[in-house]
Nanobody, 126 residues
Framework: QVRLVESGGGSVQAGGSLRLSCATS????????MGWFRQAPGKEREAVAV???????MNAASVKGRFVISRDNAKNTLYLQMNALKAGDTAMYYC????????????????????WGQGTQVTVSS
């Protein structure tokens, strides 16, 4: 059974930090792209950051320099360190996994990812 369980969300003031975690099981971790996505009310789900099995990362322009995605291959756990948070970062944050095809990169597209967690809410007050 595939499981992705996010934790670490909460309410912070602008300028603060949070660290999200995503514990996973039930799929091939080492053959997967992993990503963080977010969805604000009334908006489409968007990619925040993705990382491949070798640790190569891609970030959305809106979070570059503030958010860092990482993965612990020993624990099958994904992380998102979020610093200098802004009100515009307020959203439900989702962890996702998708196949990492040999010779390809991990794309920052919702449609590429197969498995999803239930989400964790991040609220930033200005």
């Amino acid at each position: 059974q595939v499981r992705l369980v996010e934790s670490g969300g909460g309410s912070v003031q602008a300028g603060g930090s949070l660290r999200l975690s995503c514990a996973t099981s039930g799929f091939s971790w080492t053959r997967s792209c992993m990503g963080w996505f977010r969805q604000a009310p009334g908006k489409e789900r968007e990619a925040v950051a993705v990382v491949d099995r070798d640790g190569i990362r891609m970030n959305a322009a809106s979070v570059k320099g503030r958010f860092v995605i990482s993965r612990d291959n020993a624990k099958n756990t994904l992380y998102l360190q979020m610093n200098a948070l802004k009100a515009g970062d307020t959203a439900m944050y989702y962890c996702a996994a998708g196949p990492h095809r040999l010779g390809s990169i991990c794309y920052m597209a919702v449609s590429v990812y197969t498995y999803w967690g239930q989400g964790t809410q991040v609220t930033v007050s200005s």
